[in-house]
């Protein structure tokens, strides 16, 4: 089991170097890119270890992807997308979709339909575990705002008191 997470580990790390480096991301973020996808990866290979289906697995899968892009962003101090398009590439079903296409054109439209079904219910989590983190983090942000924002207030109060001319 250990091989195995370390063999899962390291591709997926590699996987999504490599694709940061075909779309061109800046060479100060593609180490953190990769433990992005990592990370993606690495919930989804878990989940699914623990017998937890395909799509729910992806949903975490995205949603790790999502928060880790978020929490490096603010780190380095760029978008976050910079993470998070390579940190999703090693979740795409890739080979499905390739599936299915070739079941489509040989003529086997039953069990394409089926495959293509799988993919874009996939695809489908991916995105909404995405869209997930993306919520959290401006629910996050809106309450340590308001938070700061709470604090000034009383601090205006205590001190700021306005004298009359």
Known sequence: MLFDSLIQLSFSYFATIAFGLFINVPRKALNLSGISGAC???TYWFAMQFNINSIPANFL???AVG???LVM???KRIPSTIFNIPGLVPLVPGASAYQALIMLLSGEF???NEKLFSV???????A?????SQLISEQYFRYRRNRVLSKHDLQNLDGDSVKPE
Request: glycine letters at 26%.
């Open 120 to 126: 874009l219910m996939v695809g489908g989590a991916i």
């Open 110 to 112: 039953m069990d394409a």
């Open 40 to 42: 993606g990866w690495m």
């Open 61 to 63: 899968g995205g949603l």
């Open 67 to 69: 928060l880790a892009g």
């Open 73 to 75: 962003s603010q780190h």
């Open 128 to 132: 909404m575990g995405y869209v997930v």
